[in-house]
Structures are given as structure tokens and as C-alpha cells.
């Protein structure tokens, strides 16, 4: 299969054929219809993240189910499929309680094994990971969901509640800058984007926690169990992610591009299309 090889830290991403994976035991693997590039890449490719090198990186994927592993109940050939960036094992007690997102054997598809920047993609623990995409929802837009617009989603609808007509800050209109600004549009509050300038931050620091009573909260990616109410939505247009689509590329431009990921312009979310 054809997909974006790095050989080292730093080094250029490379376009070329490798072995195509196939099933882990509970596991599937997936033909990647799209994948988005996201700055977390740039990280893996940069060396701050822990890599096996060889390394195929991506992780914010959907596309069509093409093999199935032994003991997985839910899945067969052809579904079409999405996942979170975080893989949750499918058997420790966060995973069994719904929170798969903060699994502490969470594997990571282009961080713990080879990821999407490729035809195709093994993934792990496919009954507990996998995330069904509708019909009349387009593989890119649901490749938009598994990362920034998951994890915006998260912050503000399971981490912040945030109600109508309450006001929401969004400092940095990246991905996850600009997926929490329409969703935050959605739940009806008031929204105020401000990108990373220094006026901005002065903005958010006149803003800041000393003065009102604000709270600090995390979120990291969404766990598939908590997918649908956000799929129904997306479904339904009333969140519409594919509106940050940017553009889509092949593999040979995602190569040229990953590299300047930290100082790419970019005015949305890019999408790769492993298959052109
Ligand atoms: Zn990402
Ligand atoms: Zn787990």
C-alpha cells in the first residue's frame, strides 16, 4: 500500500509502498477514504512525540472496514467508520465505564503503531473504538470529528456544560479554535474568538481567572461510546464540521506539507485522500 513513511526524526516524509497491516486479534483494519492532517503530526515528525521508526503517522481518520479479527461482535466488512484519536484497550475499568478517552492502555493510531497517512490502517479493541458513520455523513467530514472537533466537543457541551446565552472565550482559532466556536454557536452562547496575538492574550488575561470566578478544564479526545449524540447532530446539519474543510491533497503534497505544519497559514482543517 501507498503511505507517508517517516525514516527519522526530522527527516522528509517519504511517499512509498509498504506492507499493508493486517488484523490485529479484536481489531480491524481500515481503507482510509480520509485522514486530516493535524499539528499534532508536525510533533511526531518534530521528535517530540516517542516513535518506532519506521513510522506512518495520522490519526484523524474515516473510511470502510476491509478485514475483521477474531472476536470482534460488531463490525464487518464494508461498514463505514470512524474512531477517536484515542484507542481505548476494551477491557480496564475507564474503558467499561465509557471513558475510553483517559484509558491508561490507550493506543494511538500514527503515535503507538502506524497511523492513517496510509491506504490503510490497523486499529485495536474495534467493538470499543470504532464509531459508525451514517450515510448521509461524507467520510471527510466525519475524518474532521476524531480529534479537534471531538475533543472542542467535549470541552464544552461533558466538560464546561456550557448553556445558552453564556459567553465563550476561544483563544487560538486553529482546528479546535475554530470547531469550538461553531459548536459553541450551536448551544446557543455567545461567543468571542481571539487568535494569538499579543493584544489577544492581553485580552484573555484582562479575562482572567483572578477577577471572575472561571474553572480550569481538560479534555482530552472523546471517548466512541460518547459519539453518537454528536454524530446525530452532525447528521441532522446542525453541526456542520465539514464547513472547516479546507481542501483535500494527496499524499505526495501531505508529505511536502507536514514538515511546515507549525507555521502553515492555514484557514481550516486539511484533508488527505490516500487514494488520489
Ligand atoms: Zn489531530
Ligand atoms: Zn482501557
Redesign the pocket.
Known amino acids: 500500500m501507498r503511505a507517508i513513511v517517516l525514516d527519522a526524526v526530522r527527516a522528509d516524509p517519504q511517499v512509498r509502498d509498504v506492507p499493508a497491516p493486517t488484523a490485529p486479534a479484536g481489531g480491524v483494519v481500515v481503507e482510509v477514504r480520509a485522514t486530516g492532517l493535524c499539528r499534532s503530526d508536525w510533533h511526531a515528525w518534530a521528535g517530540h512525540e516517542d516513535l518506532v521508526f519506521p513510522h506512518v503517522p495520522g490519526h484523524e481518520l474515516a473510511g470502510v472496514v476491509s478485514e475483521v479479527g477474531t472476536g470482534v461482535t460488531r463490525w464487518a466488512v464494508g461498514d463505514r467508520v470512524t474512531t477517536p484519536f484515542v484507542c ?5 475499568s ?2 467499561r465505564g465509557g471513558d ?1 478517552q483517559v ?4 493506543q494511538q493510531p500514527g503515535f503507538t503503531h502506524w497511523g492513517s497517512f496510509a491506504q490503510h490502517v490497523a486499529l485495536h479493541a474495534a467493538d470499543t473504538n470504532l464509531v459508525a458513520v451514517p450515510d448521509d455523513v461524507e467520510l471527510a467530514t466525519a475524518a474532521a470529528l476524531g480529534c479537534r472537533f471531538a475533543t472542542a466537543y467535549r470541552a464544552l457541551v461533558a466538560r464546561a456544560r456550557v448553556a445558552a446565552d453564556e459567553w465563550v472565550v476561544v483563544v487560538g482559532a486553529g482546528g479546535v479554535g475554530l470547531s469550538a466556536v461553531m459548536i459553541a454557536r450551536a448551544l446557543g452562547a455567545r461567543v468571542v474568538a481571539v487568535d494569538r496575538t499579543t493584544a489577544a492574550l492581553d485580552v484573555a488575561r484582562r479575562l482572567g481567572a483572578i477577577a471572575w470566578e472561571l474553572d480550569l478544564l481538560g479534555s482530552h479526545g472523546m471517548a466512541a461510546s460518547d459519539y453518537p449524540e454528536m454524530m446525530a447532530l452532525v447528521a441532522e446539519g446542525r453541526l456542520r464540521p465539514d464547513l472547516l474543510l479546507e481542501r483535500t491533497v494527496d499524499l505526495d503534497t501531505a508529505a511536502a506539507l507536514l514538515p511546515t505544519f507549525d507555521t502553515a497559514t492555514v484557514a481550516g482543517l486539511t484533508i488527505i485522500d490516500p487514494w488520489r
Open positions: 481505548g484497550c476494551g477491557r480496564c475507564w474503558c475510553a484509558c491508561p492502555d490507550q
